[in-house]
């Protein structure tokens, strides 16, 4: 692969570079394979294919306008304000290449050079499950165009509570499911609404329509699914029943779905002694109280709410949630020494590409720390999403023409040393959730030959702390990327800079006093 460095300096300055034209097949279809194609593709939620030169080209301008606005790769949390497991979105030179590929008339270079597509998992991104939970009929979802919101009830027949390490939604039909909730409950209540009618599962636009004992991490495409750490887990009731709650998006044809749940329990000596705790950030912690969560028409309204804490805490996921008048979400923690700590903002909120996020790495928040929640709602006939037309005043309920201010957010208790525990790393989209090995391995660096940056992305089987080295031909030591941190079980991702070290063979190294995992890396200048 070239180094595309080069090309963007060149670039920058305005050099005319005859001889090392941005190509298809060099430079763009890296960033097409990695950040795009899991979503489009035949079979997959997005309505067309980008899996070849001929059906890039073919989006040429359309490509470069949606990666300029960034509204493609859909991912809606701000990257600048905090990070999160499996994020994605380009770098400003993959959006640079993009648009300086589109103006130079989509040249496709030498197809031999094209890198395969990636090989894309269809089974589980975590390994073999230990309980897997599928949906007992097909779903008929109608071709009308409209969406469709529907719970279904999966009884987990668990004679026992189990401890739960990973829980993971694979969608059956990727054309029709965009998004799923998960939630448990155990007093049947879910059970019994479904059995009110004959169809199978029940509508419910806002939620899962019954009260729930807890939540888990939901779906949307290309979501990136994680172990809880070591110790660190949810115990699932015996005899409970799971909820799914499917978004289905509006489709032309009919269609069916038949979608699963896969479930991994906690195994040898990894047990949980912190169950997952929820903090939710609802209407009732308004500063005008739960009343005052009422929108008027053509307003536009922010909502401020408050959160204490009284114990140290690390905050694992956010899930913030509002329907379609909702434009914005901005979450922090004020320590009492007056730190600001920023949990996760979003700037152009779209129900339908609404998600939970995993934070990178566990986030401490001490005593006495006051969350901030904010909320701003557009109720105008400006938002072209709002239900009602013209405008009305609109409340807190679960249908569509109702408002949500909702904030999921789970923690444990603090202990020592959890901000060293890395839940996944999400700074790089290079390489999507791809991969799916059940040992611990490090997969091809990218790019190789590397120039100024690589990403480097590892599967451990067990949770533990490692060191990731530099080696020079000789087996020196010459870079250190990670010192002794732990990290969960899962796939990870790092990128880093080399940009320092000259040219040359290297070995990127894995280790630690029972693990010794090597990949070649070689560096151009
Ligand atoms: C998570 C799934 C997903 C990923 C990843 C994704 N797309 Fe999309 N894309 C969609 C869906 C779904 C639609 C259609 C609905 C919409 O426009 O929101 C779409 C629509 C589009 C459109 C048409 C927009 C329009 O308004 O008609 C373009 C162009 C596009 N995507 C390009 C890209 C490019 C380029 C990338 C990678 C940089 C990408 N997409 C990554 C799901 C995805």
């Not at 994680?226 to 009731?237: K, N, Q, S």
């Not at 490692?466 to 031909?473: A, C, G, M, Q």
């Not at 899962?490 to 190294?509: C, D, I, M, Q, R």
């Amino acid at each position: 692969m070239k180094p595309l460095s080069i090309l963007l300096i060149l670039g920058c300055i305005g050099l005319h570079h005859a001889t090392a034209q941005v190509n298809y097949s060099e430079d763009i279809a890296p960033i097409i394979y990695n950040n795009c194609t899991s979503c489009h593709r035949p079979g997959e939620i997005a309505p067309f294919s980008l899996t070849n030169y001929n059906e890039v080209a073919a989006w040429g301008t359309m490509l470069k306008y949606v990666t300029e606005i960034k509204y493609m790769p859909p991912w809606k949390p701000d990257r600048n304000y905090s990070t999160f497991v499996g994020e994605k979105g380009l770098t400003e030179q993959e959006i640079k290449l993009i648009a300086e590929w589109v103006d130079a008339g989509t040249p496709q270079g030498d197809p031999n050079l094209e890198p395969p597509l990636p090989n894309f998992p269809t089974g589980s991104q975590l390994g073999t499950p230990d309980l897997v939970l599928e949906m007992s009929e097909d779903y008929f979802i109608e071709g009308n165009n409209q969406d469709d919101y529907r719970v279904f009830v999966l009884p987990t027949g668990l004679a026992e509570d189990k401890e739960i390490a990973a829980i993971e939604f694979r969608p059956g039909n990727t054309r029709a499911v965009h998004h799923a909730l998960l939630a448990y409950e155990t007093d049947g209540l879910a059970a019994a609404r479904d059995a009110q009618s004959a169809t199978y599962g029940y509508e419910s636009f806002g939620d899962f329509g019954v009260p729930v004992q807890g939540t888990f991490t939901g779906y949307t495409p290309g979501i990136q699914s994680v172990f809880f750490p070591e110790g660190i887990g949810t115990t699932l009731p015996k005899g409970s029943d799971l909820l799914v709650q499917v978004h289905y998006a509006p489709l032309a044809t009919n269609e069916t779905d038949r979608s699963k749940v896969n479930i991994f329990y906690k195994k040898g000596n990894d047990s949980i002694s912190r169950e997952v705790e929820r903090l939710p950030a609802t209407p009732f912690d308004l500063d005008g109280g739960f009343l005052s969560f009422n929108i008027a028409p053509n307003t536009v309204r922010t909502f401020h709410g408050t959160k204490e804490l009284t114990e140290d805490i690390s905050l694992m996921s956010v899930y913030p949630h509002m329907h379609y008048l909702g434009k914005k979400w901005d979450l922090y923690a004020l320590t009492p020494s007056g730190d600001t700590i920023n949990i996760v903002r979003i700037n152009d909120w779209d129900f339908n590409w609404q998600g939970a996020y995993t934070f990178d790495r566990m986030k401490k928040i001490p005593s006495g720390s006051v969350i901030h929640v904010w909320g701003t709602y557009d109720n105008t006939s400006n938002n072209p999403f709002n239900p009602n037309n013209p405008p009305a005043r609109v409340r807190w309920g679960e249908s569509t023409t109702d408002e949500m201010y909702l904030v999921g957010m789970t923690y444990v208790p603090y202990r020592n040393g959890d901000e060293n525990i890395v839940m996944g790393q999400g700074t790089t989209t290079h390489i999507e959730d791809v991969f799916n090995s059940t040992e611990s391995r490090i997969y091809l660096p990218f790019p190789n030959p590397a120039n100024d940056y690589v990403v480097m992305s590892y599967y451990l089987d067990k949770p533990q702390t490692i060191n990731i080295e530099i080696l020079d031909s000789k087996g020196a030591l010459v870079k250190s990327i990670v010192k002794e941190q732990r990290f969960t079980t899962g796939n990870h991702k790092l990128e880093f800079e080399v940009n320092e070290l000259p040219a040359g063979l290297y070995t990127l190294s894995l280790n630690n006093t029972s693990l010794k995992l090597t990949r070649p890396l070689v560096i151009t200048k």
